[in-house]
């Protein structure tokens, strides 16, 4: 056996059942024993940073890592936007490169570049393979450290030289000891005791959870804890959908992008709680303030995490749904101020049943979504792309049981027509009913509208929602206010034919100018067979804060 089959027989030993990828010559060995690994399946990406937001949509939804592999050169650095907006959002991943001959590094061959030194900030561990014999030790390790802890991606670079290698004995460890690697797991008994007291001595208690919630499996302990303590709750990005927005304890997505509902539950809390999230600067605009006015608790399971943007008065390092647990086999009752919840609802049910702005010829972006959301089924899975269509989803989308996939961290353009691709994967392999729906800007768009190929070569089920104004929103938006001179270099002049270039490729397309028929639009929208497009007019003046 050599080291290529090595490899793969290492990831089925990983239960590894899908794997996104572009072939090249330095990882030609690799891809030929895949060809012959039936129970493994593979979806050519049409450029190598999709590859690794396929490989994340896929591991949101399943939950184990997701498997990426490129070749060397500009097949590994395309990758390394991948790399860096899952690492950014913790999300679990093991990517595989070629690379040129061990015994050339160095010398800058043909496509040889260095990718675990440029991938070091932000990979959680990265491999340079040495010896084909390690090969199974280290594929062992890396899909232990991408899934344990804080989550993230892990980096096997693999020479051409080390793939034909022969082994002289596969043997794949039954265990992984990396020493110096522990990560706390449980909380210290003597913190669960006072963050429970402070939960039971507070008046106006507010519960901040994030995405950490998600990869810890906890939504359910955070919701029992809510409820039982009556809690209300605000998310950040990343935490949007553990809870449904019609939820009398849901107060929306906190920051400066979120609702005002949050926002000010924020601004009157007198113990803020914070569950698996950073506290960024989009997140709390000012942190000096909230330390100044309220005690803070933070439950994560990187304790860099803790006090790096706010100090704590209580730190809780360890595995979230392990945390919650443990607090909820305490006497915990609710002993908050009825005033301060009853107050909190009316400024949400205010704000949710808001009348949006109507303008000829154009569907507010908030109309269009809160209209889906009615429409969608309690589990879609909702992949959201980054700009002004990010943000009037997470403000404006109903939430019910499903999830809402984003970049939140790194905020990358055209993440999620290629992450729907991943999660759509997971959804068949799973042999799930779900909907698997794209939001994206036309800008977005046009970054991985290349990847309608995938689609269509699948033949998956995945509905695209375009929001098409013409400009990249949210820049275009920001040089409208001082101290910038107005719109410069966003006119998305040139533009294609979206129904033309889906027809392109097969797939129907429908476009929503006209509120009055909105419904009958999306009706006949999301029951289409396989993939669709829908294109919505959007003004250009609209603006997130409208």
């Known amino acids: 056996?050599?080291?290529?089959?090595?490899?793969?027989?290492?990831?089925?030993?990983?239960?590894?059942?899908?794997?996104?990828?572009?072939a090249g010559a330095t990882i030609c060995?690799?891809?030929?024993?895949?060809?012959?690994?039936?129970d493994i399946g593979y979806t050519l990406v049409r450029t190598e940073q999709n590859a690794g937001h396929m490989a994340s949509g896929y591991a949101r939804i399943t939950g184990k890592p997701g498997v990426c592999m490129v070749t060397s050169g500009p097949g590994a650095t395309n990758l390394l936007t991948g790399i860096a907006t899952a690492y950014m959002d913790s999300i679990p991943m093991v990517a595989i490169t070629g690379q040129v001959p061990?015994?050339?590094?160095?010398?800058?061959?043909?496509?040889?570049?260095?990718?675990?030194?440029?991938?070091?900030p932000f990979t959680k561990h990265s491999y340079l393979v040495k010896d084909a014999n390690e090969i199974p030790r280290i594929v062992k390790e890396s899909f232990h450290i991408a899934s344990t802890g804080r989550p993230g991606p892990v980096l096997i670079d693999i020479p051409i030289d080390m793939q034909e290698q022969e082994l002289k004995d596969f043997i794949y460890p039954d265990e992984v000891r990396i020493r110096g690697y522990k990560p706390s797991v449980k909380g210290h008994d003597l913190q669960i005791k006072r963050v429970a007291e402070k939960i039971m001595q507070a008046e106006k208690?507010?519960?901040?959870?994030?995405?950490?919630?998600?990869?810890?499996?906890?939504?359910?302990?955070?919701?029992?804890?809510?409820?039982?303590?009556?809690?209300?709750?605000?998310?950040?990005?990343?935490?949007?959908?553990?809870?449904?927005?019609?939820?009398?304890?849901?107060?929306?997505?906190?920051g400066s992008h979120g609702n005002r509902c949050a926002n000010k539950a924020l601004a009157r809390a007198d113990l803020l709680i914070m569950i698996g999230c950073r506290a960024a600067d989009r997140t709390i605009i000012s942190p000096s303030e909230i330390q100044r006015r309220m005690e803070i608790i933070?439950?994560?399971?990187?304790?860099?995490?803790?006090?790096?943007?706010?100090?704590?008065?209580?730190p809780l390092v360890g595995?979230?749904?392990?945390?919650?647990?443990?607090?909820?086999?305490k006497d915990l009752q609710s002993r908050g101020s009825d005033s301060w919840r009853s107050e909190l609802r009316e400024l949400r049910r205010a704000e949710i049943s808001r009348v949006f702005p109507r303008k000829e010829n154009y569907i507010f972006p908030g109309a269009l979504l809160r209209t889906l959301g009615k429409k969608l089924n309690p589990d879609a899975i909702v992949c959201v792309d980054v700009g002004?269509?990010?943000?009037?989803?997470?403000?404006?989308?109903?939430?019910?049981?499903?999830?809402?996939?984003?970049?939140g961290g790194l905020g990358t353009m055209g993440y999620a027509l290629p992450a729907a691709i991943g999660a759509r994967i997971a959804v068949q392999e799973k042999q799930e009913n779900k909907q698997v729906i794209v939001i994206c800007g036309d800008g977005s768009f046009q970054m991985s509208m290349n990847e309608l190929a995938a689609i269509r070569a699948a033949n998956l089920d995945i509905k695209i929602i375009l929001f098409r104004n013409h400009t990249l929103g949210l820049v275009h938006q920001i040089q409208r206010a001082a101290p910038y001179h107005g719109p410069f270099g966003v006119d998305l002049d040139g533009s294609p034919d979206y129904a033309a270039i889906a027809a392109a490729y097969g797939i129907p397309s429908f476009t929503a100018s006209d509120e009055n028929v909105l419904e009958i639009t999306l009706d006949r929208f999301l029951s289409s067979n396989g993939p669709c497009l829908l294109i919505s007019e959007t003004d250009p003046e609209v603006k997130t804060t409208d």
Not at 1 to 22: D, P, Q, T
Not at 222 to 236: D, S
Request: charged residues 20%; aromatic residues 4%; glycine residues 8%.
């Open 1 to 22: 056996m050599n080291g290529a089959r090595a490899l793969i027989e290492s990831l089925r030993r990983e239960n590894v059942r899908h794997m996104f990828g572009y």
């Open 29 to 38: 060995p690799a891809v030929d024993a895949l060809s012959d690994a039936e």
């Open 102 to 120: 061990s015994g050339l590094l160095g010398r800058d061959i043909f496509q040889e570049v260095d990718v675990t030194g440029a991938a070091a």
């Open 205 to 254: 208690p507010l519960i901040c959870a994030g995405g950490g919630v998600w990869l810890s499996d906890a939504k359910q302990e955070l919701l029992t804890l809510a409820e039982r303590c009556q809690i209300p709750v605000v998310k950040t990005m990343m935490g949007l959908a553990l809870m449904p927005s019609d939820h009398p304890l849901n107060m929306g997505m906190i």
């Open 298 to 314: 933070h439950i994560d399971v990187d304790p860099a995490e803790i006090g790096k943007n706010m100090q704590a008065a209580v």
């Open 319 to 329: 595995d979230i749904k392990i945390i919650l647990n443990q607090l909820l086999e």
């Open 388 to 407: 002004q269509n990010q943000i009037f989803t997470c403000k404006y989308l109903p939430q019910k049981n499903g999830r809402l996939l984003t970049s």
